[in-house]
């Protein structure tokens, strides 16, 4: 052999030997839970409304204050005193609680309808991400944007109306329930609706009246029946009338009862998005 050939050979062979070396990519380890995926959409789904703030969160307080202005400027304190408080204080938590209904329910439902109309559900189909972390994902982002616009509602109608709290406790359970309730609602309506117009009939016909006949105006202790009975099989009622109970330290239902009808509620529903997130209605036809 050559003094050249022995050369190339010399050559080759660390070439050959740091090949073998290199193993190919390895996935990467993701556990029982994606973490890292089930954390990169939850992000995008709050990006996804602060990005337009002015739109998602300041345009429900505004809504909200108008609210409190004009029941205050037409009522005044001409309205006599529910379940103890003034009117203004009465009125002041069902607005909040308004507000989170309304957000949540918003944020879930034109995210996925969304990404439909735009072809976007590639985007977290494709990616290692289970159907239980996708609905955490779609969920949280939608009760993230409820309690803030709640909170920030609060914030902006305290300097007008005291509002003290009474139960920490009721507030907290009635409020992240009346989240993920709509939530939950919005992902289901995201994935039936085919165009906005859809989720308009919803948002019109279905969650509007069921937050305006739930108590948060008025007290359902004056509706004659049958408005009265049909208000107690209202799960809203029974979210707006806790969360008041929270502030005002009294209500109009059993709130045990309340209690337990919203969390069997959000079991049925939390099992309807995972079911119907599983099987990838109206996302891979």
């Not at 205050?72 to 002041?92: H, K, W, Y």
């Amino acid at each position: 052999m050559t003094d050249q050939a022995l050369s190339d050979a010399d050559v080759a062979q660390p070439d050959a030997d740091r090949r073998q070396d290199v193993s190919p990519p390895q996935p990467r380890p993701l556990g029982a839970v994606n973490w890292l995926g089930l954390w990169t959409l939850y992000k995008k789904e709050v990006h996804r409304f602060l990005k337009v703030h002015f739109q998602t969160v300041l345009a429900p307080v505004a809504t909200s204050l108008l609210f409190m202005m004009v029941f205050s400027l037409a009522i005044g304190t001409d309205r006599e005193a529910i379940n103890g408080v003034a009117f203004t204080s009465f009125l002041a938590p069902g607005l909040v609680m308004l507000g989170l209904l309304n957000n949540a329910f918003a944020n879930s439902s034109s995210s996925l309808i969304s990404a439909k109309m735009m072809g976007n559900t590639v985007d977290w189909l494709m990616p290692p991400i289970s159907p239980s972390e996708l609905a955490a994902a779609f969920i949280g982002g939608a009760v993230t944007r409820g309690l803030l616009v709640a909170a920030v509602t609060g914030l902006a109608i305290a300097p007008f109306v005291p509002m003290t709290i009474a139960h920490p406790w009721a507030v907290l359970y009635f409020g992240l329930s009346a989240a993920a309730m709509m939530a939950m609602v919005g992902v289901i309506a995201g994935l039936w609706a085919e165009k906005f117009d859809h989720l308009a009939v919803i948002t019109n016909f279905i969650i509007m009246p069921l937050a305006f006949l739930s108590g948060t105006f008025y007290s359902v202790e004056i509706l004659p029946e049958p408005f009265y009975t049909i208000s107690h099989v209202n799960p809203v009622f029974f979210l707006i009338d806790g969360f008041r109970y929270g502030f005002i330290g009294a209500g109009d239902s059993n709130l045990l009862v309340g209690a337990l009808v919203c969390l069997v509620l959000n079991i049925a529903l939390l099992i309807a998005c995972l079911v119907l997130l599983r099987s990838g209605w109206r996302l891979k036809s």
